[in-house]
């Protein structure tokens, strides 16, 4: 399968779709499963899609989830397959997650007469874009009856041939704060006479930085990073406002309440001594991915069997967020890390860079990871 799992890749990579816009990706997922005998397909949402393989046995429902959008960024990449579409990318490697998934249902299908169970496959809509697609796919039902749920990323900062299953906390809840100064505006040559929503702003920004380092503990990982500053309009106009946005990453639940009411604290003090106004706000995004520990620790013994026990990574969390976590609250969930960078061959662009590529040959790996890991979870205890 892996040659038809690389070409479906390129399809994808060349016809992306941002969040909640997946039309013509959907299509082609559903048109690709109805040729795959035995599968039972569903769209949930207009942009999302399920299948089912039912096997002869009875077992568990374990569910297979991979994310379908894209992002809207330019690809500065050179290679025959780049996307044909301005502003739109696949920089995150959901066209290989998809092509994967599409793999395995393939594979497994053509066994089903061998299998127990059923195994549900979910290609899911805008993981991208608070609020996501797998919330609305777990209202409509996905995971109703699911025992296990299992879903891998492609990871560019891991090598390709190796993989990374973390037992426990894996991705951080991922957060956004929006805030607005309001001052009073004036000539820049008389700034006695207003309230500088700027020079007030450019306090808070350094302020914010020791909600983090002198309000949690230390050993407690928190992000705070303030990613806009907007303000004024000429060079001799001190601004009405300033607005400030950012976000917030972390994991334990307390602190995904304490900071942000620090934070707004902190911005009404600073500009309440200068006399200024704070309009704050603060977004809730997905919840942090946590890995079943000993759903977890299964899958790693899959990785040493299938591949060789020196496969497996012992990975750090990340701090990026995944609406995974929603599949998680319904079941016992594992994410998985795929290696997909190389060195050698310059694949070495970040995630969400208009240069990011995958190694393509984690294609296979991340395919026989599923399929071995499939057939493992419908084996039961």
């Known amino acids: ?40 397909i569903s769209r949930p949402t207009p942009t999302s899609v399920v299948a089912e393989l039912r096997g002869a046995r009875p077992g568990p429902t374990i569910a297979v989830r991979a994310d379908i959008d894209a992002l809207p960024i330019h690809e ?45 496959f979910i290609f899911q809509h805008a993981e991208e874009l608070s609020p ?30 190796r993989i990374g299953i973390l037992a426990g906390p894996a991705m951080a809840a991922p957060d956004n704060f929006h805030c607005t100064i309001t001052g009073k505006g004036g000539h820049a040559a008389i700034p006695h006479e207003c309230v500088d929503p700027i020079a007030i702003g450019a306090q808070v920004v350094t302020a914010l930085q020791q909600v983090v ?33 950012g976000t917030v990453r972390t994991f334990e639940p307390t602190l995904r309440v304490s900071v942000p009411a620090t934070m707004e604290r902190v911005i009404r003090g600073i500009a309440e001594a200068f006399g200024a106004t ?30 060789g026990a020196d496969t497996l990574v012992d990975l750090r969390p990340t ?35 208009p240069r990011f590529d995958v190694d393509e040959r984690a294609l296979e790996v991340g395919l026989r990871y599923l399929t071995a890991a499939t057939i493992d979870l419908l084996a039961g205890a």
């Open 1 to 40: 399968m892996a040659p038809q799992v690389v070409r479906w890749r390129r399809h994808l990579h060349q016809h992306p779709e941002v969040a909640f816009h997946e039309v013509d990706t959907s299509r082609f997922i559903a048109d690709t499963l109805a040729q795959v005998p035995g599968l039972v």
């Open 278 to 307: 704070v309009a704050f706000h603060y977004e809730r995004g997905y919840r942090p991915v946590v890995n079943d520990r000993a759903l977890a620790e299964r899958l790693q013994q899959v990785v040493a069997r299938t591949f």
């Open 76 to 120: 500065e990449n050179t290679h025959a397959y780049r996307s044909t579409r301005d502003g739109a990318m696949h920089a995150c490697g959901h066209d290989g997650h998809t092509a994967i998934v599409l793999g395995l249902a393939t594979v497994l299908a053509q066994h089903a007469a061998q299998l127990p169970g059923t195994v549900r």
């Open 319 to 353: 701090m990026g967020g995944e609406d995974f976590s929603a599949y998680q609250q319904r079941a016992p969930g594992v994410f998985a890390f795929v290696g997909a960078g190389n060195a050698e061959a310059g694949i070495v662009h970040p995630h969400h860079h």
């Open 213 to 245: 380092t002198r309000t949690v503990d230390p050993l407690d990982p928190v992000v705070l990073s303030v990613t806009q500053f907007i303000a004024g309009s000429a060079f001799n106009v001190i601004p009405n406002s300033a607005y400030l946005a």
């Open 132 to 161: 996501g697609g797998a919330e609305s796919l777990v209202q409509s039902g996905v995971m109703d009856g699911v025992h296990q749920v299992i879903g891998l990323h492609l990871w560019a900062p891991m090598p390709v041939g």
